[in-house]
């Protein structure tokens, strides 16, 4: 009996044994679980953080694109104006040197013009001298004469308009009407009776 009854009491003993052994297993595995959820809970705050540096990093960069882009542009608006100042300017002098250019052309033609008629002037005062009968020939030609006068004003008007391309056009038509005139004054002279 004193065997069954130290098995009743050993039973119990180990049972109690067996039982705070468990709690002590539990309190391990609490204790493991709460150093677990800690260690999560600051690798979580730690990913948090990083995110967060990560996020200013971003929102830094983002700024510096965002006036990088805005100082570019600013260049390149700077750039354009002044390109756009320097065209505008060319186009001014360009257009200056033009009108120059066609006021010395015209100045030219005048000049050339006044000689020639100069000569006709000469001679339409010997041909007032004449009788009609003597003038007849030459008064044909004289009519002749008045309309390359014509063509020559006309060829000095065409100056305003000329550009740089046309300039050379313009002055062999005054060149050629200017001949013309020239050669209508000799046949002219021609016609007149020889004194």
């Given at each position: 009996?004193?065997?069954?009854?130290?098995?009743?009491?050993?039973?119990?003993?180990?049972?109690?044994?067996?039982?705070?052994?468990?709690?002590?297993?539990?309190?391990?595995?609490?204790?493991?679980?709460?150093?677990?959820?800690?260690?999560?809970?600051?690798?979580e705050?730690?990913?948090?953080?990083?995110?967060?540096?990560?996020?200013?990093?971003?929102?830094?960069?983002?700024?510096?694109?965002a006036?990088?882009?805005?100082?570019?542009?600013?260049?390149?608006?700077?750039?354009?104006?002044?390109?756009?100042?320097?065209?505008?300017?060319?186009?001014?002098?360009?257009?200056?040197?033009?009108?120059?250019?066609?006021?010395?052309?015209?100045?030219?033609?005048?000049?050339?013009?006044?000689?020639v008629?100069?000569?006709?002037?000469?001679?339409?005062i010997?041909?007032?001298?004449?009788?009609?009968?003597?003038?007849?020939?030459?008064?044909?030609?004289a009519?002749?004469?008045?309309?390359?006068?014509?063509?020559?004003?006309?060829?000095?008007?065409?100056f305003?308009?000329a550009?740089?391309?046309?300039?050379?056009?313009?002055?062999?038509?005054?060149?050629?009407?200017?001949?013309?005139?020239?050669?209508?004054?000799?046949?002219?002279?021609a016609?007149?009776?020889?004194?």
């Amino acid at each position: 009996m004193h065997h069954t009854f130290t098995a009743f009491m050993v039973a119990p003993a180990l049972a109690m044994a067996l039982l705070c052994a468990g709690c002590g297993k539990e309190q391990e595995i609490a204790a493991i679980q709460k150093a677990a959820d800690a260690k999560v809970a600051k690798v979580e705050e730690e990913a948090k953080a990083k995110l967060a540096a990560l996020q200013q990093q971003v929102e830094a960069v983002k700024a510096e694109a965002a006036d990088a882009s805005a100082q570019a542009k600013a260049m390149a608006d700077e750039a354009i104006s002044k390109a756009q100042s320097n065209v505008d300017e060319a186009a001014k002098e360009a257009q200056a040197a033009l009108a120059k250019a066609r006021e010395a052309y015209k100045a030219d033609a005048r000049t050339h013009l006044a000689e020639v008629n100069k000569e006709f002037t000469e001679l339409a005062i010997a041909a007032s001298k004449l009788s009609a009968k003597e003038k007849a020939g030459y008064d044909k030609a004289a009519k002749a004469i008045a309309g390359i006068q014509k063509d020559i004003q006309a060829d000095i008007t065409a100056f305003d308009k000329a550009e740089i391309e046309t300039f050379k056009t313009a002055k062999a038509k005054l060149a050629k009407d200017l001949a013309l005139m020239k050669a209508a004054i000799k046949t002219a002279r021609a016609k007149l009776p020889k004194h």
